[in-house]
């Protein structure tokens, strides 16, 4: 689709998101596609990396409209296609961040391996204002990272922050001129390529285990059927019966 650019160069699969007029602000068909993306690259054995950024002055939001129009149902959602595919890709995952990352182009960043963020980058999780809950799985990696109350600070207030707050979290790699973004980006990602792909993808796999075990356990499972079907989660239903 138009709205999703890739090529391949050499070992490094870059992929660009390709709305600048619309702030790259991702669709339903953007989040299957990129979710398709991704479990194609995570084959193909020519690619060893993947570079992902935006188009333009931005890096990605929620396109609200499209979201209005397609809210998530029953089953798999876009959305949850897209993190489905995040959480099991196994190759290195690295983002170049220029402008706003807004809603999901913040919580997508959390599942990338290197984050870099150009010096105008700004970030937000303004679900809370829009009346919705975090999405990504952002509620249990942000607290992780960087704790609680700092954790209040970007979701319960939904409050915007900058490439140098954003360091200082510790939620990118490092602040580079965006005149320097693509390059350095580009520069990690071929150094990553040169390295032994079967170490890389085992070491990235054993970093991440934890994540990817609670996201697929029973009280994960309950609170997303809850969110789907409008209501409050029920925990106990996700507690087994012990063994007589």
Request: one cysteine or more; hydrophobic letters at 45%; proline letters at 6%.
């Amino acid at each position: 689709m138009d709205d999703i650019v890739t090529e391949r160069a050499e070992s490094v699969f870059r992929i660009q998101l390709n709305r600048p007029k619309k702030r790259n602000a991702m669709t339903s068909g953007m989040y299957v596609a990129l979710a398709d993306i991704l479990k194609n690259a995570a084959r193909d054995e020519l690619t060893r990396v993947v570079l992902w950024y935006g188009a333009g002055d931005s890096f990605a939001g929620n396109d609200i409209e499209d979201f209005l129009k397609n809210p998530p149902g029953p089953g798999e959602s876009p959305q949850a296609q897209l993190m489905k595919a995040l959480i099991e890709f196994e190759k290195p995952l690295i983002a170049a961040v220029q402008g706003a990352a807004v809603g999901g182009g913040t919580t997508m960043l959390l599942h990338c391996d290197f984050v870099y963020a150009g010096e105008s980058a700004k970030f937000q999780m303004p679900f809370i204002n829009l009346a919705l809950v975090p999405e990504f799985g952002s509620s249990s990696i942000v607290p992780s990272r960087i704790g609680h109350l700092r954790s209040a600070e970007l979701i319960l207030l939904g409050s915007p922050y900058n490439a140098k707050r954003a360091a200082e979290l510790g939620l990118v790699t490092q602040v580079v001129p965006d005149q320097d973004l693509l390059s350095t980006a580009t520069a990690t990602a071929q150094m990553l390529a040169a390295k032994p792909a079967g170490a890389l993808q085992a070491s990235k796999r054993l970093m991440k285990q934890p994540f990817r075990e609670q996201v697929r356990s029973a009280d994960a499972k309950e609170a997303l059927t809850a969110f789907l079907e409008k209501r409050k989660p029920d925990f106990t239903r996700s507690i087994k019966a012990p063994a007589t």
